[in-house]
């Protein structure tokens, strides 16, 4: 079976400090990766997809970038943290190409101070 | 622009009746459509999908509703239980977006026993 990892779980970080999450998936290859935020109260967003190593699309403009080094895992990262970059952040795979359902990761929860 | 729209930021029910969750879509290329279960500071969890050539899809307490003519989806869970108590989002996804999910803003179901 497949299974989704992420860490940290929580994470607090003072503005401008930098940021790298980490993503793996295990029991699949190939995967189709994102990295989604969701803001306080509000819905999902998509930040970052990918459909194969160093193949990664970004969705919305921000001071974030992602990186696929390997082919199950999927990194975020920022060099400098703004307060609004506070939220929960999932990762999610999916087989590809689509349309499939995407399979989520338990989240880490980012508080920038 | 919001593609995907769940009017409802809440809806409470007593355990035992149905709930009956509702979602909007603009995007007429939309044609795969997905439910998602949400528990805080958990990832979302798949619950069931319909794609547009069905109008109903039925997965043992979960029924969701597709009407394309109104652009309109519904997630009905019958009975109600208060484990099911989450924030419920809806997803829907286009071939030309390839695996992207567009999700709505999420709807908190409060079942009370």
């Known amino acids: 079976s497949q299974t989704i990892h992420q860490w940290p779980a929580t994470l607090v970080q003072p503005v401008g400090s930098p940021l790298s999450l980490e993503c793996t998936v295990e029991g699949t290859s190939n995967p189709n990766l994102y990295w989604y935020r969701q803001a306080a109260g509000r819905g999902l967003q998509l930040l970052f997809y990918?459909?194969?190593?160093d193949q990664i699309s970004s969705e919305v403009p921000q001071n974030l970038s992602a990186s696929r080094p390997q082919d199950r895992q999927f990194i975020l990262s920022s060099k400098k943290l703004l307060l609004s970059d506070s939220g929960f952040y999932l990762c999610a795979w999916s087989w590809g190409p689509g349309p499939y359902e995407q399979y989520f990761g338990p989240g880490t929860r980012l508080t920038v101070t | 622009d919001q593609q995907v729209k769940q009017n409802s930021p809440s809806l409470s029910v007593q355990e035992g009746r149905i709930s009956i969750l509702n979602c909007d879509y603009t995007?007429?290329?939309?044609?795969?459509f997905l439910w998602y279960k949400k528990y805080p500071a958990e990832g979302p969890t798949f619950l069931i999908s319909i794609s547009s050539i069905k109008d109903k899809n039925e997965d043992g307490r979960f029924t969701v509703f597709l009407n394309k003519s109104a652009k309109h989806l519904s997630l009905h869970i019958v009975p109600s239980q208060p484990g099911d108590s989450a924030v419920y989002f809806c997803a829907a996804s286009a071939q030309t977006s390839g695996s992207r999910l567009t999700f709505g803003e999420g709807t908190q179901l409060t079942v009370n026993p």
């Open positions: 990918s459909i194969g190593i």
């Open positions: 995007n007429s290329m939309f044609d795969y």
